[in-house]
């Protein structure tokens, strides 16, 4: 059986100090058929929690379970 809700894109999303989540980072909205994607303007020594969304032509998913990630100091 083919697969006709093929997916088309996965969006990350960062929560900021107030506990919100955005949509406002660059460069990690990616194709279907990527496994990553590079955030940008992140800084150092500081703890980030993201969590991804995948989209098809039905609609967007239920976000994932936030992920844990620590920035190195800079310099290294």
Known sequence: MKNILQL???FS???DNFGKWHNRMQ???VTGTD???I???LKPSKI???RVLAEN???RSEPSKPVEALTQEEGK
């Open 27 to 29: 460069n990690v909205t």
């Open 13 to 15: 999303q960062l929560i």
């Open 48 to 50: 980030y929690l993201f």
């Open 35 to 37: 496994s990553t994607g």
């Open 57 to 59: 032509r039905i609609g």
């Open 39 to 41: 955030v940008m303007g």
């Open 8 to 10: 088309a894109k996965y």
